[in-house]
């Protein structure tokens, strides 16, 4: 892991921290319920959720208004399952490694609103892919750091975490990539400014940042490019997310640039309120040269990566990938296709 910077989503730190002061009321739940474990681990709700079919999956289940929460059917494709290794296959379950202790990310990992279900972005698409395979979806939740101790021990068989791909990482794991890591630009509804991609729009702009995150990192970057042309980017950090959006509604900064879900997140709830705001733009967490992923993370040789990019895949083909991102918000991250392996965060900057 890296301690320096934060990388935000899909970060080498914990999802946790990195992600911290949305939903406040929502993690002091998941907090309260997770301490309840034993060990950094626990098993809540650890199948696709109470009353469901194996064929059908409920998207957003308690999510406390974070996601719509929607119904999608899904069939097993027994091409896909034999391909599974035997000791996968044999057990009839996909043992879904989740770090979301102690508090969770929402909307990516956290305990709902009813206390016991792991809900989120991340523990529903493993769901989905479960049901492709024809597989019992088994979630385990851990710390960060416990996820990859399940994977190496061989007791998880693959973590959907909101884990980015990178280089260092690939040396001990695969990778199936299913969703963009994005940042991106939050802004007030009435403000009609967006970003495309060009650090030349923030001119003459004030833009709030977390301190010590890789989207510092990028937005510092930016900012001397600008000064270097003789214009003015002003960087400004608060203590927490209330600050920034109470600044955001005040007029004292013109922009938030933080973790795409998060913002997307936050856009939903701001929607009925006096102050309602939108996503301007992305820009991809592992730099203008690079599109970063958050993939699908088995151990390395066991043979999972592959037929679950197939199922992936599947889902993006028969339409129930795009019903998963619309439900959380998240349709501005999805991908074309699941990709083994692809490229990934280089390990000057891992």
């Given at each position: 892991?890296?301690?320096?910077?934060?990388?935000?989503?899909?970060?080498?730190?914990?999802?946790?921290?990195?992600?911290?002061?949305?939903?406040?009321?929502?993690?002091?739940?998941?907090?309260?319920?997770?301490?309840?474990?034993?060990?950094?681990?626990?098993?809540?709700?650890?199948?696709?959720?109470?009353g469901q079919s194996p064929h059908a999956v409920t998207i957003g289940r308690s999510s406390n208004g974070a996601a719509k929460e929607t119904a999608i059917k899904v069939s097993e494709v027994a091409a896909i399952r034999a391909k599974l290794p035997e000791s996968v296959s044999g057990g009839g379950k996909l043992i879904i490694g989740i770090g979301a202790l102690p508090a969770g990310?929402?909307?990516?990992?956290?305990?709902?609103?009813?206390?016991?279900?792991?809900?989120?972005?991340?523990?529903?698409?493993?769901?989905?892919?479960?049901?492709?395979?024809?597989?019992?979806p088994e979630l385990r939740n851990s710390t960060w750091e416990n996820l990859f101790v399940g994977i190496d021990s061989g007791k998880t068989s693959v973590g959907f975490s909101n884990i980015t791909v990178t280089e260092e990482r690939k040396k001990k794991y695969d990778f199936a990539s299913y969703r963009q890591d994005n940042l991106a630009f939050e802004v007030l509804?009435?403000?009609?400014?967006?970003?495309?991609?060009?650090?030349?729009a923030l001119a003459g702009k004030t833009v709030a940042v977390g301190a010590g995150t890789n989207q510092e990192k990028i937005l510092l970057e930016w900012q001397k490019k600008l000064q270097g042309e003789g214009k003015k980017l002003t960087v400004k950090r608060y203590p927490d997310n209330n600050s920034t959006y109470l600044a955001l509604a005040g007029g004292k900064i013109d922009a938030f640039f933080g973790p795409n879900p998060s913002i997307s997140y936050h856009v939903t709830q701001s929607a009925k309120t006096p102050n309602p705001t939108r996503?301007?733009?992305?820009?991809?967490?592992?730099?203008?040269?690079?599109q970063g992923l958050i993939a699908a993370t088995t151990k390395a040789g066991s043979g999972l990566a592959e037929p679950i990019a197939e199922a992936i895949n599947y889902l993006i083909e028969h339409g129930q990938y795009a019903k998963w991102l619309a439900a959380w918000n998240l349709s501005n991250e999805a991908v074309e296709t699941s990709k083994v392996n692809p490229p990934g965060l280089p390990l000057s900057n891992s």
């Amino acid at each position: 892991m890296h301690k320096l910077i934060q990388r935000v989503p899909g970060s080498l730190r914990s999802p946790g921290t990195l992600l911290r002061g949305i939903a406040v009321g929502t993690a002091a739940l998941a907090l309260a319920s997770s301490l309840t474990a034993c060990g950094g681990d626990s098993d809540a709700d650890t199948s696709a959720g109470a009353g469901q079919s194996p064929h059908a999956v409920t998207i957003g289940r308690s999510s406390n208004g974070a996601a719509k929460e929607t119904a999608i059917k899904v069939s097993e494709v027994a091409a896909i399952r034999a391909k599974l290794p035997e000791s996968v296959s044999g057990g009839g379950k996909l043992i879904i490694g989740i770090g979301a202790l102690p508090a969770g990310s929402t909307p990516l990992n956290y305990i709902g609103d009813d206390q016991k279900t792991l809900t989120g972005v991340e523990p529903d698409f493993g769901r989905l892919v479960a049901a492709v395979l024809g597989l019992e979806p088994e979630l385990r939740n851990s710390t960060w750091e416990n996820l990859f101790v399940g994977i190496d021990s061989g007791k998880t068989s693959v973590g959907f975490s909101n884990i980015t791909v990178t280089e260092e990482r690939k040396k001990k794991y695969d990778f199936a990539s299913y969703r963009q890591d994005n940042l991106a630009f939050e802004v007030l509804d009435s403000n009609k400014w967006s970003f495309t991609g060009d650090y030349e729009a923030l001119a003459g702009k004030t833009v709030a940042v977390g301190a010590g995150t890789n989207q510092e990192k990028i937005l510092l970057e930016w900012q001397k490019k600008l000064q270097g042309e003789g214009k003015k980017l002003t960087v400004k950090r608060y203590p927490d997310n209330n600050s920034t959006y109470l600044a955001l509604a005040g007029g004292k900064i013109d922009a938030f640039f933080g973790p795409n879900p998060s913002i997307s997140y936050h856009v939903t709830q701001s929607a009925k309120t006096p102050n309602p705001t939108r996503n301007a733009g992305k820009f991809s967490g592992a730099g203008g040269t690079l599109q970063g992923l958050i993939a699908a993370t088995t151990k390395a040789g066991s043979g999972l990566a592959e037929p679950i990019a197939e199922a992936i895949n599947y889902l993006i083909e028969h339409g129930q990938y795009a019903k998963w991102l619309a439900a959380w918000n998240l349709s501005n991250e999805a991908v074309e296709t699941s990709k083994v392996n692809p490229p990934g965060l280089p390990l000057s900057n891992s």
